[in-house]
T-cell receptor, first 116, second 109 residues
């Protein structure tokens, strides 16, 4: 089954404790992206990757890191989480970076993160 | 600064009503505008619009884009309780995507 998976789905942590949220897709997609969703603000793009070893900042990259060592995986790293990073996080992927192909953007199930 | 603004933020209607959701944008290097429906999980794709004046239709939902006035509308006719959700508008500019805050639609029986 074609899908985007994220782990963990729920996480409660404390300020300053490094964490990684994994994202994996099994569709051989080139483009992957991370969003955070907060009430009243919609989804905001954190980072995106157009292919292996190619990553770029989105709207709200501060406090986050990503890596794209393999095509299928795009982990989101919070080196020193803070309470303002409490949010719902979505990973997404789409097949190609050329042309307007975001209609086939597949979203993962989301990760609800709470930083105390 | 690029932005996507949706209105209204919240809407409550009764089954059978017709609703119009609005999305206006200011985005550099516009490529496409997309509508998503989000219930209690990840957003699901509805429409992608790239050209002005061409209506996209799927059942009771339809959408159109005006690239001159920089807005799009999403229409839902004969609403049903299953249409209750947050509807997200997203605009693709360059290589990134910017979302609006969403419109929360509640359809009462």
């Amino acid at each position: 089954e074609a899908q985007v998976t994220q782990n963990p789905r729920y996480l409660i942590t404390v300020t300053g404790k490094k964490l990684t949220v994994t994202c994996s897709q099994n569709m051989n997609h080139e483009y992957m992206s991370w969003y955070r969703q907060d009430p009243g603000l919609g989804l905001r793009q954190i980072y995106y990757s157009m292919n292996v070893e190619v990553t770029d900042k989105g709207d709200v990259p501060e406090g986050y890191k990503v890596s794209r060592k393999e095509k299928r995986n795009f982990p989101l790293i919070l080196e020193s989480p803070s309470p303002n990073q409490t949010s719902l996080y979505f990973c997404a992927s789409s097949p190609s970076v050329t042309g307007p192909l975001r209609d086939t953007q597949y979203f993962g199930p989301g990760t609800r993160l709470t930083v105390l | 600064e690029d932005k996507v603004v949706q209105s209204p933020l919240s809407l409550v209607v009764h089954e059978g009503d017709t609703v119009t959701l609005n999305c206006s944008y200011e985005v550099t290097n516009f490529r496409s505008l997309l509508w998503y429906k989000q219930e209690k999980k990840a957003p699901t794709f509805l429409f992608m619009l790239t050209s002005s004046g061409i209506e996209k239709k799927s059942g009771r939902l339809s959408s159109i884009l005006d690239k001159k006035e920089l807005f799009s509308i999403l229409n839902i006719t004969a609403t049903q309780t299953g249409d209750s959700a947050v509807y997200l508008c997203a605009v693709e500019g360059g290589n990134d995507m910017r979302f609006g805050a969403g419109t929360r639609l509640t359809v009462k029986p």
